[in-house]
Structures are given as C-alpha cells and as structure tokens.
C-alpha cells in the first residue's frame, strides 16, 4: 500500500537514436506489401517475397562486418589521425598468458602501441595481465563479456548484458572505461547499434585483416595487412584464438615485428583508438 518501487530500467533507445535509413525504408516496405498483400488479389505471395527479400538485405549488412547500412561503423581513423600518419593495431579475443606478453614485448621492441579488444571473462581470468597491458601504455576495449558464437542472433537485452558486463569488468580491473566496441566476428543486427548508442560505445570494424585465427602462413597474413598500407588504416590480428604456423608458433607473434617494421619505414605510427580518435 503505497509502497513504492524503483522503475525498471528502460531498454528502448533515447529518443534522440537516429535509426538509420535502411531500417525506415524497412517499415515502410513492410507497411506497403503487408497492404498490397492484402488490398491487391493475387498480390499476397508478391507481399510474402517482398518482405523475404527486405529481410535478406538487413542479414547480409549485418554480416558484413564493415557494412554502416545498420548504423555508425569506424572502419578507418578521422582525418586528423590521418594528417598525425596514425595507424591503429587492434589485437581481439585476449588476454592470452602465453600470447599476449610476447606480443607486448614486441610491441615495446618497436616503440609502437596497440588496442586490444578483450573478452571479459579472459580478462577476469588474467587481471594482472590486463593491468598490464594498460601500464605499458596500450589500451583496453570492449569485445564482448563472454564472445558467445550467437552474439548476432541477440536482441536488445542480450546485446546489454554482454557489453555492459564487460563494461564493468574492464573497468574494474584496469580503471579505464572503455569507448569502443567491437561485435565477435564483427557479426551484428539492427538491434546492436541502439544499444551502443545508450552506452556511449562507438562500434569500431576495420580497414583490413588477416584472418589470422584460421590462416596459418604468416606471409599470407602479413601481405594481407598491408596492401596498400597507409596512415588511417585500422589493423585486425588476433592474440587470442590464434592460429599457429606448422612450427605451433601463433601467427600474431610471426606477423608482428614485420608489421612493425613495415609501419615504421612507411613513415607511419602504430597508436590506441582512443588516441587515434581524439579530435
Ligand atoms: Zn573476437
């Protein structure tokens, strides 16, 4: 009687979330051949396959990983980074104990500094790692609380709990809260962008990657990566999942210092996304 209870906490996005064109064009196509299906007689399986096809269209921007159809997507650094010769190394799925000190060392042998999007729960299993990663002057960002394999098959609340589990952790183990946000695989659907947007996460992709989880040549990798090497690029190598070379040595270790070099004699700097974002 009277008592009163906290209001829950709303999942719908801020008024001001911009949903973006595709996903207008969307509802009204919808509300055209759901009308045309039933005004128009004959027209229902015209309707049905017109609906179909809007919702192939959708599915595949959201498996493009460097698709902006479904809402803002950095896939290169801004044009100050580019007029700075920024480039950004991005290392996904760590912190790895075996991978990831090597991979730090080699980054500290060339002066240059990474981003590593982490998987939470690696990181809950290796704080100190993370801490340290974040002392040696790289940066830490979100990649998920647990990178489940249907990430893109989740809705508004599971795309929540993940990033803003992850979130926490991040933040309660190195101090630093994190900008951006990177979907397993890049993977995603309509429902992700909203709910960065809430968070505050911009929702970095790439310029080129490697596919160094399943490519077991380095050559193959490093070539990849730096076609057309130039400042602005954003890099994707992985430290954790990696794939190994015939010898069992992981890729990221084999490709790294060639990179690096190759970023140094190209006049460029390898930095953090949030660096190479700053205005
Ligand atoms: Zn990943």
């Known amino acids: 009687m009277g008592k009163s209870f906290p209001m829950p906490q709303t999942l719908s996005a ?11 064009a969307s509802v009204g196509w919808h509300l055209l051949a759901i009308a045309a299906g ?11 396959g017109a609906i179909v096809l809007n919702h192939v269209l959708i599915t595949a921007a959201g498996l493009t990983p460097r698709s902006s159809l ?4 950095v896939t290169r650094l801004p044009q100050p980074a580019v007029a700075r010769h920024e480039v950004a190394i ?11 000190p090597q991979v730090l060392d080699q980054l500290d042998a060339h002066g240059q500094r990474a981003t590593f999007f982490c998987i939470a729960e690696r990181v809950l299993e290796h704080p100190a790692l993370a801490r340290e990663i974040v002392a040696r002057g790289h940066s830490i960002q979100n990649h998920t609380a647990r990178h489940r394999h249907n990430f893109s098959f989740l809705g508004p609340r599971g795309f929540a709990a993940e990033i803003s589990r992850a979130q926490q952790v991040l933040q309660e183990v190195t101090g630093e809260r994190p900008t951006c946000f990177r979907a397993p695989a890049g993977l995603r659907n ?12 911009s929702l970095v992709s790439w310029t080129r990657r490697g596919f160094d989880t399943r490519e077991r ?28 070379t015939a010898a069992g040595r992981p890729i990221v270790l084999e490709v790294l210092p060639p990179l ?11 930095v953090t996304l949030p660096e190479a974002l700053a205005a």
Request: net charge negative; glycine share 8%; charged share 15%.
């Open 14 to 24: 801020p008024e001001s979330w911009p949903w973006p064109p595709i996903i207008r």
């Open 38 to 48: 039933v005004l128009v007689p004959g027209a229902a399986p015209w309707a049905i």
């Open 70 to 73: 479904l809402g803002p997507n």
């Open 90 to 100: 991005t290392i996904d799925d760590g912190p790895d104990p075996e991978v990831t």
């Open 190 to 201: 309509p429902f992700l962008a909203p709910v960065l947007h809430r968070m505050g996460l």
């Open 217 to 244: 040549n380095a050559a193959t990798v490093l070539a990849r990566l730096t076609r057309d090497l130039q400042a602005g690029d954003i890099l994707l190598l992985h430290d954790g999942h990696a794939a190994r």
């Open 260 to 270: 690096l070099a190759r970023i140094h004699a190209n006049g460029l700097r390898a």
